[in-house]
């Protein structure tokens, strides 16, 4: 599964009204719930207007400067750019100057968090903010609740936050070596490829070697 940011734009936010600075790294990730109800896997155009609600329900009755949160992750594994890395986050009380907040869409005390949900949370924390330099490498991930008299992020959520401390295993990589010549890293499948390739004209006494490397 390739993750990927789905930014303000695409998911059509309205302007924010007022923001504040972060400084980086943050050392400190908050897992919230929606908790609007449940919500399981829907198309794009679905997560987009649950994302424009959450953020009209911030700015309209709560009138905040925003959504919340800095990031929204739907059951798909969809993760959209609410106030993002930059600005300071508006949902866990106290914390928020030194924090970035996910939002995971659905309500965790009546369903599970899904796979592609959890993993494209393990990728925006360990992939995205630390290789960007936005979150510390030792940063803790805590939900609402270690923080705050909520219920926030829900009980199955605040379950998974074990597994949201573990960086997303990397893909195994390989080279393919044929006597003097050798392949960069590619993924088992291009690997095995290549030794079907190289396999057609192999010669006599030679040999092809698929090497797993680090
Ligand atoms: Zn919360």
Same mark, same amino acid.
């Given at each position: 599964m390739a993750y990927s940011l789905i930014s303000r734009k695409e998911w059509g936010a309205r302007d924010y009204r007022c923001a504040t600075l972060l400084s980086h790294p943050v050392p400190n990730v908050f897992i919230h719930h929606a908790a609007s109800g449940v919500y399981g896997v829907h198309p794009f155009e679905d997560d987009a207007a649950q994302v424009r609600a959450i953020q009209n329900y911030h700015m309209?009755?709560?009138?905040? @400067?925003? $959504?919340?949160?800095s990031f929204a992750i739907a059951p798909s594994g969809r993760v959209f750019v609410l106030r993002g890395w930059d600005r300071q986050p508006g949902a866990t009380r106290g914390w928020n100057h030194k924090s970035v907040a996910v939002c995971f869409l659905g309500d965790y005390n009546q369903q599970s968090p899904t796979t592609a949900a959890l993993n494209a949370c393990r990728w925006l924390i360990h992939d995205k903010g630390k290789g960007l330099g936005?979150? $510390?490498?030792?940063a803790k991930v805590l939900g609402h609740r270690d923080v705050g008299?909520? $219920? @926030?992020?829900g009980n199955n959520l605040y379950d998974a936050l074990p597994l949201l401390r573990k960086p997303l295993a990397k893909p195994k990589q390989f080279v393919v070596v044929k006597g003097e010549r050798k392949t960069k890293r590619l993924s088992l499948k291009k690997a095995l490829a290549k030794v079907r390739e190289w396999a057609k004209k192999l010669r006599k006494g030679k040999v092809i070697r698929l090497r797993r490397v680090r």
């Open positions: 309209g009755s709560r009138g905040w @400067c925003d $959504a919340a949160y936005k979150v $510390a490498n030792d008299s909520t $219920a @926030c992020p």
